[in-house]
């Protein structure tokens, strides 16, 4: 049995962004020799998180709509009052009380197993940001 490591990185754009990152995660797992076994996917942010849905360019955008109107920005948060890093952000971290931090994922036939629908998205909730991270584990058999 293996296990393997690899982090994604890139940059964020916009303050709600939704980035499908399933072509980078499943050449990595391709690449890895990993046939059989599970692969997690960690947010190492506590204002971005990981998530399996459908990718759609209007459903994105319903997507973001939502969130917006769930938690508004402009709120009345105690956290922003004196926040750690100096970003009015409490709307984020409020936002990502509803998604996961982390995925895991089936692997079978060295790809990782996702319906014909099924897409791997980082959600960043406290963007731009010029560097974000999403960890990647993989255990499994060659």
Do not use: C
Request: cysteine-free.
């Amino acid at each position: 049995m293996k296990i393997l490591r690899y982090r994604l990185e890139f940059a964020t754009a916009e303050p709600i962004q939704i980035i499908d990152i399933t072509d980078p995660v499943r050449a990595w797992v391709a690449q890895s020799g990993i046939t059989d076994g599970l692969l997690t996917l960690i947010s190492a942010h506590t204002t971005a998180r990981v998530n399996v849905n459908e990718r759609e360019a209007q459903l994105q955008r319903d997507m973001v709509t939502f969130l917006k109107r769930l938690v508004p920005r402009d709120g009345d948060y105690l956290h922003n009052l004196a926040p750690l890093d100096g970003r009015d952000n409490a709307h984020s971290h409020l936002l990502g009380l509803f998604m996961n931090t982390a995925e895991t994922i089936p692997v079978a036939a060295g790809a990782p197993m996702l319906g014909e629908w099924q897409s791997i998205f980082f959600i960043e909730l406290d963007g731009p940001r010029p560097r974000r991270g999403l960890d990647l584990q993989l255990l499994g058999n060659d």
